[in-house]
């Protein structure tokens, strides 16, 4: 296989790839955005292995390795993905971004070891200033990708009881100059290192971007988590590029470099969604200043309850209802029981929309990626700017497991989630609230939303009480 054949097939990947970005952008595109995305990676993997065959000039032994490297990761991937749950996708997803991390570790790693065996210079010392500053950045940027998805993984999780990965903020005295140190400490042994090409400074950039990984999300709280995600995101699409300008490897670049890109793009949709700048929340989320005057940990009050019963009388009695899915429906896996419900409501001439916030969940996206699978209509499904303005005259809210997103303490000067844009959900006529309890959600605040007169808590697992719901609804 000629380069040139080589390089076209890796300018046809790269389209694809590009056409993936574009179908994952909407719903009704994204089977074949995911379509595109698929075959993009198989040509370039296809021509990747190609292009080692032909650089490998026969030694079997050394393409056993990648043969066998191949089967693994395409086996575990497989595995992982037939058998990960949708509520664990954004631990998945934090779980792959530590792998890209982890990877441009180990190859930025070896380029300085053995610069000869990816023709980049006979030796370490010969190796050109500018690629040494490029495998020195991807190594940097991909230990922190690999340090920080660790902990965001874990914070996502919420079932480990080491302390760094629970979702409350984890603080102390001095926290953010230690990180401007260690960052002026990094771009030091960086610079070290394009001068000298010392293992050392080599070893000790690898070493404060593994501190820095773990120093930077840990004190980013639960609710910021979805940034976090796509933060994450392009970091490791940055360490791919870096590392794809010093194998001079053109696939590695563009691909890095729409993975970046695109990252850095969601997470100022996302920061712009919570109303939030990227730095602020990069220096320390809202997610966990519990104990405030709106905190989860105020003395217990009284609220209005009733039963799926009670709920089925008067939504089945109602023109119009919006449904807002939370986190809790995704745990209880209810979204195909609210479709039945939704299509039944339907059927009596109730008006069913559904209200999508742009963090709710625990990644970008997670509620659509929800209902998509229990094939929910799309022109049911309404994002915040052109849903809120419908809650004041819907007859009924109907709230599953959602807390953050429709908190109206996000209105009062001092909440610490004051300025976010909510769901208005407090604006409609009846509001229905299924919770397991009245326990705060991730940013750790009590929700007002729930102590309103129009309120009805419905308590127990999103998926029973839903079925219980379908099952009075005549």
């Not at 370490?124 to 660790?150: K, Q």
């Not at 820095?212 to 609710?223: K, Q």
């Not at 609230?433 to 309120?455: I, W």
Request: hydrophobic share 50%; glycine share 12%; with cysteine.
């Amino acid at each position: 296989m000629s380069m040139n054949l080589v390089t076209l097939l890796y300018l046809v990947a790269s389209v694809f790839f590009i056409q993936a970005l574009k179908g994952l952008s909407h719903p009704t595109t994204s089977i074949r955005g995911n379509l595109f995305g698929m075959a993009g990676m198989l040509i370039a993997t296809v021509t990747t292995a190609a292009l080692i065959v032909k650089l490998a000039h026969g030694n079997l032994f050394g393409l056993s390795y990648v043969l066998v490297g191949l089967l693994i990761g395409g086996g575990l991937g497989t595995y992982m993905a037939n058998k990960v749950e949708m509520t664990k996708m954004p631990e998945l997803v934090a779980f792959m971004h530590s792998m890209i991390g982890l990877a441009a570790v180990f190859i930025a790693s070896t380029a300085v070891l053995e610069p000869n065996a990816f023709g980049i210079a006979p030796t370490r010392e010969l190796i050109p200033g500018g690629n040494r500053i490029e495998l020195a950045l991807g190594a940097f940027i991909g230990a922190i990708t690999f340090s920080g998805s660790v902990i965001a993984f874990g914070k996502l999780s919420g079932k480990y009881k080491f302390r760094l990965f629970q979702g409350a903020p984890v603080t102390f005295t001095g926290q953010h100059p230690l990180n401007l140190v260690l960052g002026l400490a990094s771009a030091f042994f960086i610079f070290g290192f394009w001068h000298s090409a010392s293992w050392m400074d080599f070893g000790l950039v690898l070493a404060l971007g593994f501190l820095l990984g773990v120093l930077l999300i840990i004190p980013i709280g639960g609710a910021d988590m979805p940034v976090v995600v796509s933060m994450l995101n392009s970091y490791s699409g940055w360490a791919a590029a870096g590392i794809g300008f010093s194998l001079n490897n053109s696939m590695l670049i563009i691909a890095g470099s729409l993975v970046g890109s695109s990252g850095a793009i969601l997470s100022y949709i996302m920061c712009k969604a919570m109303n939030r700048s990227f730095f602020n929340v990069i220096l320390g989320g809202f997610g966990g200043e519990a104990g405030g005057p709106a905190s989860g940990s105020t003395q217990q009050r009284n609220v209005k309850s009733g039963s799926a019963d009670d709920a089925a009388f008067i939504m089945g009695n109602a023109e119009s209802v919006i449904i807002v899915p939370g986190y809790g429906l995704a745990v209880a896996r209810a979204q195909h029981a609210v479709k039945e419900l939704a299509a039944k409501l339907t059927e009596k001439g109730v008006t069913v929309k559904y209200a999508i916030h742009p963090v709710a969940g625990r990644m970008p996206g997670h509620m659509n990626v929800l209902l998509a699978e229990a094939e929910v209509p799309y022109d049911q499904v309404f994002e915040m700017e052109d849903i809120n303005a419908e809650f004041g005259q819907a007859d009924v809210a109907i709230i599953l497991g959602a807390n953050d997103v429709v908190n109206p303490a996000a209105h009062i000067k001092g909440s610490p989630i004051y300025g976010m844009p909510i769901l208005e959900a407090y604006k409609a006529k009846t509001i229905i609230v299924n919770k397991r309890s009245m326990a705060a959600g991730y940013a750790g605040l009590d929700n007002e939303l729930f102590y309103m007169d129009k309120t009805m808590m419905v308590f127990g697992d999103a998926k029973k009480v839903v079925e219980d719901m379908l099952k009075a609804v005549e």
